[in-house]
């Protein structure tokens, strides 16, 4: 209920809460707030994003046939 | 920085406008539920990249703006105790009571202080042993496990001179609120990604069944809402409503377990009353029976007071998406940052507030030519 440690917020670095994130390990990202972090950060859902456009743009070129 | 940079690229802001274009067949009015959603839609101009027959209307997802005004005129009364050290989270300072706001106690000698953590009170009450410490716990429930800790660790060490001025409220039952209401417009809603990182998203699945509403869980940079968005609209286009995780890097469909654990042991669920809303019931935590020794309004013998609200503030309104900001007769001339009617002006996170700093645009005649005659 009690473990911190150090997070880097882009070259700052601030002591958080890491009660938490029990399964967290140094080098993860976790999502802070006001002092705690709250979620770890999925590196692989993270690319979803771009994998969800990557294939509609594809889609889109097979339906229209051409270039968006 | 990583994991928010490319959350931002134009290019790709640009693919999912393109696609969302290629889907959109009707009007759809969709409702995001978060401040920091409606601040990162209005800075970054989401909206105007939008297909016109997408409307995104603003929900209440401000702490700070349905903070009652009660609990405002009770942080000051506190506040303004000799003795007393009070804490809070900074945007809570300027939110209007009936005359002053806790701004103005601190100038008036009170002893308020900025923290950026309810641990940082905690800490502060350790070390004034001999003043009491009052922290304002406002906030949905992204806040409620660290606050919940605060109050877990001032007990276990025995930090009797700290208290809390509880303020939470939850999300589900303002959104079953709102769907509930005749005039609503909402069709679908992006749900708030870091509410549901703690809380996961099973409690809407009941909501998208009996409302027939898709609600998309959305993170908060600009690609995020443009594909809750997508995903939201592709659902509606479809007939479908069911509950997507669109934020799966951070939110998990359970949520997080320890921090809900922790906050059921020390809080327990309350109706509660919403500014420019009303009461909601079984919408916000008080603290639970172990832990009602650190309950402020018990210690400092306020609990019964209530206030009339002022009339000319729009903001319930606003926050239940039956109006946008710049459409209040007030905006930008009765009621601008520096001198706000209502708590959705001075929030970082309220969407008036939004409005004014992104798009100037609306200002009445009255207050432009005020301003260029150097007023």
């Known amino acids: 209920m009690f473990r911190c440690g150090k997070v880097d917020f882009a070259g700052v670095i601030k002591r958080v809460n890491l009660s938490y994130v029990p399964d967290a390990r140094v080098g993860d990202f976790v999502l802070v707030h006001v002092g705690f972090a709250i979620s770890t950060v999925d590196e692989v859902e993270a690319t979803r994003v771009f994998e969800y456009l990557r294939r509609m743009d594809e889609l889109a070129e097979l339906e229209e046939g051409e270039t968006p | 920085m990583k994991f928010i940079d490319e959350y931002r690229d134009p290019e790709a802001a640009a693919g999912y406008a393109r696609a969302l274009r290629r889907i959109t067949t009707r009007p759809w009015t969709l409702m995001e539920v978060c401040g920091g959603q409606t601040h990162a839609i209005v800075k970054f ?196 409503a069911e509950v997507e995780n669109q934020y799966a890097r951070a939110v998990r469909r359970d949520g997080n377990l320890p921090a809900q654990q922790l906050v059921r042991e020390v809080f327990r669920i309350v109706p509660r009353k919403w500014r420019g809303i009303g009461e909601i019931p079984q919408s916000g935590l008080a603290l639970a029976e172990p832990y009602k020794a650190f309950d402020a309004e018990l210690r400092f013998g306020i609990a019964d007071h209530t206030v009339d609200e002022p009339t000319e503030c729009r903001s319930g309104q606003v926050m239940q998406g039956l109006m946008k900001p710049h459409e209040c007769p007030a905006f930008g001339s009765r009621c601008t940052p520096e001198h706000p009617l209502g708590a959705t002006m001075v929030s970082s996170e309220g969407a008036c507030a939004a409005y004014y700093r992104y798009r100037r645009l609306e200002r009445s005649p009255e207050s432009a030519k005020a301003v260029a005659h150097g007023n």
């Open chain 2, 45 to 240: 101009g989401v909206d105007e990249l939008l297909p016109p027959e997408v409307t995104l209307v603003h929900g209440p997802g401000c702490p700070v703006c349905v903070t009652p005004l009660e609990l405002i005129e009770k942080a000051i009364e506190v506040a303004s105790t000799p003795g007393v050290i009070f804490c809070s989270f900074g945007d809570m300072l300027r939110v209007p009571g009936r005359t002053h706001d806790l701004l103005s106690v601190k100038a008036r000698g009170g002893d308020v202080r900025i923290v950026y953590s309810p641990l940082d009170a905690v800490t502060i009450a350790r070390t004034h042993p001999n003043s009491e410490v009052v922290f304002f716990a406002v906030g949905f429930e992204t806040t409620a496990p660290a606050n919940a800790m605060a109050v877990y660790q001032a007990a276990r060490a025995g930090v009797t001179n700290f208290s809390m001025l509880v303020s939470h409220v939850l999300v589900p039952p303002a959104m079953e609120t709102i769907l509930s209401s005749p005039e609503s417009r909402v069709q679908g809603f992006l749900a708030a990604g870091h509410v549901c990182t703690v809380m996961g998203y099973t409690e809407y699945e009941p909501l998208a069944a009996k409302y027939h509403v898709p609600i998309v869980v959305t993170g908060f940079e600009p690609l995020d809402i443009l594909q809750g968005v997508y995903m939201c609209v592709k659902q509606l286009e479809e007939g479908r």
